[in-house]
């Protein structure tokens, strides 16, 4: 599986952002995805993740602020923020998770930079 995410950029506190990461290769095989984002000098944390089912799950401090859709046919997942703040700076990192019999396996997209101003 390869992730290939984009829509990162700059913008003013309270503004919106939309991040679209597309999957290729062996798609079908993907249980969920997700949303992860890495602050200067911070772990890398969930965002959001949606599973095939349509569980979804955001962190304490995106909810009601963002919001994840995947599109199963276009292979696409989509993070939606809004009412951006300086804190939500990052790198952006979209995840897809394939499950096996005998685990299951990660894979990462490059990377979209975030920056809010304040």
């Known amino acids: 599986v390869q992730l290939q995410a984009s829509g990162g950029g700059m913008v003013q506190a309270g503004g919106s952002l939309r991040l679209s990461c597309t999957a290729s290769?062996?798609?079908?095989?993907?249980?969920?995805m997700a949303w992860y984002r890495q602050a200067p000098g911070k772990q890398r944390e969930l965002v959001a993740g949606?599973?095939?089912?349509?569980?979804?799950t955001y962190a304490d401090s995106v909810k009601g602020r963002f919001t994840i859709s995947r599109d199963r046919v276009q292979n696409t997942v989509s993070l939606e923020m809004n009412s951006l703040k300086p804190d939500d700076t990052a790198v952006y990192y979209c995840?897809?998770?394939?499950?096996?019999?005998?685990?299951?396996?990660?894979?990462w997209g490059q990377g979209t930079l975030v920056t809010v101003s304040s």
């Open positions: 995840n897809a998770i394939v499950v096996f019999h005998s685990g299951a396996r990660l894979y």
């Open positions: 290769g062996s798609t079908s095989d993907i249980n969920s």
């Open positions: 949606q599973t095939n089912d349509e569980a979804t």
